[in-house]
């Protein structure tokens, strides 16, 4: 990764700026999922062009094909902190050498079997660890991941509130529609 100003990364960057200028609703971008069952917990996510396979191991009654969904949520994370930092490197003219990411998350299945109603489903708490190496200061480093930190979306949807509204919708001959 580099330091110079003028990449492709900041070309989009700019590029975006020109294009949503003066109407931010141009700035509004769609993504979407959709998924089927799978196996006997497993699931196939089609996102776009592609489709992802998602399952549990054997001691959550899956066969352990694939990473369950909370390991694809620390997937998401790591992945969308790579591609943060690449930009703000790149935007604060910081040079990194080497950038290695991971995460980890206590998650305690009570909540999940329903076991415990007063703990979470969730993670309890997640942990990232971000190793980079170059030729910036630390106080440097430090800039870049506060501005990582402040853009990241995926760490701000989980550490924002995002509003989930779910939407039944039964199969039967009056087409059904609850709202949640």
């Not at 630390?138 to 509204?165: K, N």
């Amino acid at each position: 990764m580099t330091a110079e100003s003028a990449t492709a990364l900041n070309d989009i960057v700019d590029a975006t700026a020109r294009a949503i200028a003066g109407d931010a609703a141009k700035a509004q971008v769609l993504f979407a999922a959709a998924g089927v069952p799978e196996g006997t917990v497993g699931s196939a996510v089609t996102a776009g062009t592609h489709t992802v396979r998602v399952d549990e191991p054997a001691a959550l009654g899956g066969a352990g094909t694939a990473p369950n969904p909370v390991e694809f949520y620390l997937a998401a994370l790591i992945s969308c902190q790579v591609v943060t930092y690449r930009f703000w490197a790149q935007r604060l003219g910081i040079t990194v050498e080497d950038l290695r990411i991971d995460a980890e998350g206590d998650l305690d299945v009570r909540g999940f079997f329903g076991l415990d109603d007063t703990v979470r489903a969730g993670f309890e708490q997640v942990r990232v660890n971000v190793r980079i190496q170059g030729p910036e200061s630390a106080a440097r480093y430090a800039e870049l991941q506060a501005a990582v930190d402040a853009h990241c979306p995926v760490l701000d949807i989980s550490t924002g509130q995002t509003p989930v509204r779910t939407t039944l919708v039964i199969s039967d001959p009056q087409d059904s529609v609850i709202s949640a």
